[in-house]
């Protein structure tokens, strides 16, 4: 599904009146970066099939604008059922693709992943990127070690919503966040941008109750 632009403001109207939930792409062709990343937003648009994509020029719709309290370019607004759900400002693709995951399990990341900061501030931003982070090997449908398949077990066996990072896809995540973190393996659990552990700690405690109270707080 490609993405559609808006010629009219009934077009608008109609279009959030979607049975899929809509993104609405606020954007500007005199962008310094409207080639690119309307070329990112038409491959999220082919990769989420029940999900409706359209594209408006803010300032040709400034009313529109103004009633969904759009105040830069670009900006996503997701709707679901004409009432809307969420939005992201600024060309943040990755954000974008994990708001719109919001109803699944899993959230699989894009690599590399791409940030203005540096060092610390790279990775303090890296595991704030989802509640629950979980820096694995490979993905929760093809685990690439043991240790990772068995925490995906683990944390699908008490129906947890977790996002996932596949660190054999970023060689330089995968040793730099080893540093970050103070923890030389694989895989590991974050929650709301704290290290919880490894497979081992992980499976205390859910033995011991702590891990689901830890995952709901």
Same mark, same amino acid.
Request: with cysteine; hydrophobic share 35%; charged share 25%.
């Given at each position: 599904?490609?993405?559609?632009?808006?010629?009219?403001?009934?077009?608008?109207?109609?279009?959030?009146?979607?049975?899929?939930?809509?993104?609405?792409?606020?954007?500007?062709?005199?962008?310094? %970066?409207? &080639?690119? $990343?309307?070329?990112?937003?038409? @491959?999220?648009? #082919?990769?989420?099939?029940?999900?409706?994509? =359209? *594209?408006?020029?803010?300032?040709?719709?400034?009313?529109?604008?103004?009633?969904?309290?759009?105040?830069?370019?670009?900006?996503?607004?997701?709707?679901?059922?004409?009432?809307?759900?969420?939005?992201?400002?600024?060309? %943040?693709? &990755?954000? $974008?693709?994990?708001?719109?995951? @919001?109803?699944? #399990?899993?959230?699989?990341?894009?690599?590399? =992943? *791409?940030?203005?900061?540096?060092?610390?501030?790279?990775?303090?931003?890296?595991?704030?990127?989802?509640?629950?982070?979980?820096?694995?090997?490979?993905?929760?449908?093809?685990?690439?070690?043991?240790?990772?398949?068995?925490?995906?077990?683990? $944390?699908?066996?008490?129906?947890? @919503?977790?996002?996932?990072?596949?660190i054999l896809k970023d060689e330089n995540v995968r040793q730099g966040l080893k540093t970050f973190a103070e923890w030389p393996t694989y895989p590991?659990?974050?929650?709301?941008?704290?290290?919880?552990?490894?497979?081992?700690?992980?499976?205390?405690?859910?033995?011991n109750g702590e891990l689901e109270a830890a995952l709901k707080g």
């Amino acid at each position: 599904m490609s993405v559609q632009k808006i010629e009219t403001e009934e077009q608008f109207d109609q279009s959030l009146q979607s049975s899929n939930r809509v993104v609405v792409y606020f954007c500007e062709e005199w962008e310094t %970066n409207y &080639a690119t $990343l309307s070329a990112s937003v038409e @491959t999220a648009a #082919k990769s989420f099939k029940d999900v409706s994509f =359209y *594209k408006i020029l803010a300032e040709k719709f400034p009313k529109i604008a103004l009633k969904y309290g759009v105040t830069e370019v670009p900006t996503f607004l997701i709707f679901q059922g004409g009432q809307e759900t969420g939005r992201v400002n600024g060309a %943040n693709i &990755a954000e $974008l693709t994990v708001k719109l995951h @919001t109803d699944s #399990k899993k959230v699989v990341f894009s690599y590399p =992943y *791409k940030s203005d900061a540096e060092g610390d501030e790279f990775y303090k931003g890296l595991v704030n990127k989802a509640p629950v982070l979980l820096f694995m090997k490979g993905d929760p449908k093809e685990p690439r070690c043991g240790f990772s398949r068995q925490i995906v077990s683990l $944390l699908d066996g008490i129906n947890a @919503t977790y996002s996932t990072f596949d660190i054999l896809k970023d060689e330089n995540v995968r040793q730099g966040l080893k540093t970050f973190a103070e923890w030389p393996t694989y895989p590991q659990l974050w929650i709301k941008g704290d290290l919880i552990g490894g497979l081992d700690i992980v499976r205390e405690m859910l033995e011991n109750g702590e891990l689901e109270a830890a995952l709901k707080g």
